[in-house]
C-alpha cells in the first residue's frame, strides 16, 4: 500500500445526464429488523431501519441488501462460526462452490470487506457477505463467466445508531465508523485480472452522520463530504443523513459509470486492518508484489456508507 489516499477524479456531467436529487433524513431510523446476524458477544448487531426524508421517501438504512436470499461468499476467516484459515495455503480452493456468471472461464475472487458486501458479475448477483457487522471477516468466491467482465460491488458500512451512520464507540455515543475494501481477482491459472484500485469507479448513496447540511457539497455526480466533521459526540440531535437513490441498473454492463468519480485509494494503516486475522492472514495475497491491492472507498471513508463499486476488464 503506497498510498494514504488518492485524488478524486471530478468528472463532468454530459449534457442531458440530470444530476441525482439529494434527500435528507433528521435523527434516528425506526429499527425493523433487530438483527440480521447474531455472532455472539463482542460483535455489534447488524440491525435494519427507516427513516423517512423531508420530501417523504422511505429508506432503508444502513441499506436495502439481499442477505440471506443470496449464496453466502466461502470464508477464508470467519471467526462467526466459520472456517479460520492461517494462510491461503489451507485453502482447498476445489472445494468452494463455482458460482454461474452467465459463461465458461473460472474466476477467484479474494475479498476483504468492512463492513459488508454484494458482489455482481456481469449484472448477476452471484455472492453476498455471510457477517454484516463484526467480527470482521474475509471471502473468497469462485464463478464461471464471460469476457468481458463487468464487476461491481456494494459495499455496507454498517452502524448501530441507524440513520446516523455511527456507533457507540471510543468513548462516544454517536462516532462516525469507517469502510474499506480491498480485493485480488485471478483466472483459473493463477493469473491476476483485476485489484481493487483507482481505476475502479465509486459512487456514494448514503451519508452520515451529517452535523451541519451545509457541509455537504454536492456537484453533478461529485457528494462531496470532506468539509464535514468526522468527530465522535454523545448528542446527535438535529443530526442528518443524505440519500440519494440507487439506480435500478447500477450493476449492468451497459450501465455508463463514466461520470461517477474514481474510486479513493486508503491503506493499509489508514483503514486500521493490522490487527485483524482476516486480513493478516492474507497480507500476501492483497499486497502481492506487482498486484498490491488498495483498499478504496469513495472519497470519504468515514461519512460515506453505502458505497457502490464498479470496474470491468477484458
Not at 484500485?197 to 456514494?204: E, I
Not at 455508463?256 to 486500521?272: E, L, Y
Request: with cysteine; net charge negative; glycine share 8%.
Amino acid at each position: 500500500m503506497k498510498h494514504a489516499i488518492a485524488g478524486v477524479l471530478l468528472a463532468t456531467v454530459p449534457i442531458g445526464v440530470a444530476a441525482q436529487e439529494t434527500a435528507f433524513t433528521t435523527g434516528l431510523a425506526t429499527v425493523v429488523n433487530p438483527g440480521l446476524f447474531d455472532c455472539g458477544p463482542n460483535s455489534r448487531v447488524s440491525a435494519v431501519g427507516k427513516v423517512v426524508s423531508d420530501d417523504g421517501t422511505v429508506w432503508t438504512v444502513p441499506a436495502e441488501t439481499h442477505y440471506g436470499t443470496v449464496p453466502f461468499a466461502a470464508d477464508l476467516f470467519n471467526e462467526c462460526g466459520g472456517d479460520q484459515f492461517e494462510s491461503l495455503a489451507e485453502l482447498d480452493l476445489e472445494s468452494v462452490p463455482l458460482l454461474d456468471a452467465g459463461g465458461r472461464e473460472e474466476f477467484t475472487a479474494y475479498i476483504f470487506a468492512d463492513n459488508y458486501f454484494e458482489l455482481y458479475v456481469n449484472g448477476r448477483l452471484i455472492a453476498g457477505d455471510p457477517v454484516p457487522f463484526t467480527k470482521f471477516n474475509s471471502n473468497v468466491v469462485r464463478f464461471a463467466a464471460e469476457r468481458p467482465v463487468t464487476l461491481a460491488i456494494m459495499m455496507v458500512d454498517w452502524e448501530e445508531n441507524l440513520g446516523l451512520g455511527s456507533e457507540n464507540n471510543r468513548g462516544k455515543a454517536f462516532h462516525p465508523g469507517d469502510g474499506g475494501l480491498v480485493a485480488h481477482f485471478k483466472d483459473a491459472s493463477g493469473v491476476t485480472v483485476a485489484i481493487t484500485d483507482d481505476s475502479w469507479r465509486a459512487q456514494t448513496f448514503y451519508t452520515a452522520p451529517l452535523n451541519d447540511r451545509s457541509c455537504l457539497v454536492v456537484d453533478g455526480p461529485i457528494r462531496d463530504s470532506s468539509g464535514c466533521s468526522e468527530a465522535g459526540v454523545d448528542d446527535a440531535t438535529g443530526f442528518s443523513a443524505a440519500h440519494w437513490a440507487v439506480p435500478p441498473d447500477w450493476m449492468m454492463p451497459s450501465f455508463d459509470d463514466s461520470i461517477w468519480p474514481s474510486a479513493a485509494t486508503f491503506s493499509n494503516d489508514t483503514v486500521g486492518v493490522n490487527n485483524k486475522k482476516a486480513f493478516t492472514n492474507f497480507e500476501d495475497l492483497f499486497d502481492t508484489p506487482g498486484a498490491d491491492a488498495d483498499f478504496i472507498w469513495s472519497s470519504n471513508l468515514v461519512l460515506d456508507n453505502l458505497v457502490l463499486l464498479r470496474k470491468t476488464f477484458d
